[in-house]
């Protein structure tokens, strides 16, 4: 199977000299007509992809930012199936990947097969299911399967080598560098240790690798790339969306790109 849209992203932004920056919306937050001028926007701005937060009820991996965030999406009537009907009529006018962030519940009660078809419909390029762990891989790697859409699996600080190399040996797009013990949500700093850890899983992911939870400032963004691929930012840019302040979003993505940093 060749590359996917995906893959072809990512490692074209890395040989520009890039890292790579990832930003998360929840859809349908401020009410699903407004998705796809928010993922227009983020385009704009640089973002390398974007993923997009489906809704949920019971959001174990979310912080407070991202809950009330899916609690004002869930309030206007967002679901699923809407996410998937607007992606579908409007996808094309999005030129960079998307990636599906969602737990496995609202797949489970959609239908996996019809999900993951969906996906390939709407052009969904990749899902990060957050608790799912790999024991269980096998509930969504059949259907996914020749629909080029990529399961990003998630390492955490706790992950031991054996795990992280059997991880890295299966996730597809890129693997998810968890960089905090517990929930998302912005932070001051990071574990002394945090760089051990990112090299960690460099030195043995074929794929990149992006860290993850807690980043929410330019200087996060520059010393995270340091030691891996680039980032996934989520509550800061709900934050920033909320407030209209675009212009500190470019900032954010500004700081992965070249000479920003210092590899």
């Known amino acids: 199977m060749g590359k996917t849209f995906l893959e072809n992203t990512l490692q074209a932004e890395l040989k520009r000299g890039n890292k790579l920056f990832i930003p998360y919306v929840m859809a349908g937050d401020g009410g699903i007509e407004t998705l796809i001028s928010t993922l227009k926007k983020l385009e704009e701005a640089g973002a390398t992809a974007i993923e997009v ?3 949920f009820s019971d959001p174990v991996a979310d912080g407070p930012t991202i ?9 206007k009537g967002t679901t699923l199936r809407k996410v998937f009907d607007v992606l579908k009529e409007r996808r094309e006018e999005i030129g960079i990947p998307l990636i599906f962030m969602t737990y496995i519940n609202p797949i489970y ?31 969504v790697k059949a259907s996914s399967r020749g629909k080029g859409v990529a399961i990003i699996q998630l390492a955490t600080l706790t992950s031991p080598l054996e795990r992280v190399k059997e991880l890295a040996s299966v996730t597809e797009g890129f693997l998810y560098a968890v960089t905090i013990n517990g929930i998302t949500g912005t932070r001051e ?40 691929d680039g980032v996934v930012v ?26 920003a940093f210092h590899s």
């Open 109 to 139: 009660k959609y239908g996996v097969e019809r999900f993951f078809g969906d996906c390939k419909n709407a052009g969904v390029d990749g899902v990060i299911i957050p608790d799912l762990p790999l024991e269980h891989y096998d509930l």
């Open 234 to 259: 989520g509550s800061k840019i709900i934050d920033l969306i909320q407030q209209g302040s675009f212009d500190k979003i470019r900032e954010l993505i500004g700081a992965s790109k070249t000479g």
């Open 53 to 55: 937060g489906i809704p």
């Open 189 to 228: 700093g990071f574990a002394e240790d945090i760089s051990l850890h990112l090299n960690k899983l460099k030195s043995n992911s074929p794929v990149p690798v992006l860290a993850g939870f807690g980043i929410s400032s330019p200087d996060h963004v520059r010393s995270m790339s340091e030691n891996c």
């Open 67 to 75: 809950q009330e965030a899916g609690k004002r999406a869930l309030e």
